[in-house]
């Protein structure tokens, strides 16, 4: 006869006393992630290529909240590497990458793009992440501990027209993402990704308002989501999940609305 299981523990995992670097963070999915994980306790370097949105991003924190912000374009190997050094100088280490940086890129059927279309979605969407884990992956060697979530897209998982090298991008995110889970599993690195959809209040929602065209595609999607378009809080709250389950790791989590079951 099995043994009654004991009373589950009343431990309740916090972010107390870590640190997380998010990219793109001065809005959006980036800012709201950076809410849920300070307010779990966790130190946070937010980030943008320029320092437009520095003061409004850190505005909307408390004054005393442990965050600091750092100008640096992560679409490229030393301005990724900046990002991580500023992090260890001001906090010490590293524990969490959110890497949410995302550049804008040309969306089109295939035939109508360009090889300079092809490259810049490839740079702009796997490269960026690919910078930013390389540049971090040294310090959480060396702590033996590490968490690193890629925000990437369901286009990667169940293929959208006009979207082809934005699929072909994320996919390889996806992929290399399984890959590090395995490699460094051995360092106590995690690594997991958070696949979205179109979520309100980000530059590609935006963009795509603005295009009468595709503005009315849109819109027939979001006629198909049963629990209706995402906001940043979405994809932030699968974001807190990651960070905190201590034993998941090399798995891809679809925020989508129940616009589609990826398998």
Known sequence: MATPAGPI???????AGQVAVITGSTRGIGLASAHRLVAAGAQVVLNSRTGADESDSLGSFPPDAPVAFCASDVSTVAGAEHLAHFAQERFGRIDLLVNNASPGVKVDFFDRLTPEDWRWTIDGKMFTTINCIHAVLPMMKVQERGCIINIVSDAARVGTAGESM???????????????????A?????????????????PAYERIIADEVRSKIFTKIASKMPFGVLDPDDTAQAVEYFALARRVTGQTLSVNSGLSFPG
């Open 9 to 15: 523990p009343d431990v309740r995992p916090d972010l």
């Open 166 to 184: 934005v699929s072909a991008a994320y996919g390889g995110v996806i992929a290399l993402t399984k890959s590090l889970a395995r490699e460094f």
């Open 186 to 202: 051995r360092h106590q690195i995690r690594m997991n990704c958070v696949s979205i959809t179109l979520t309100t209040d980000t």
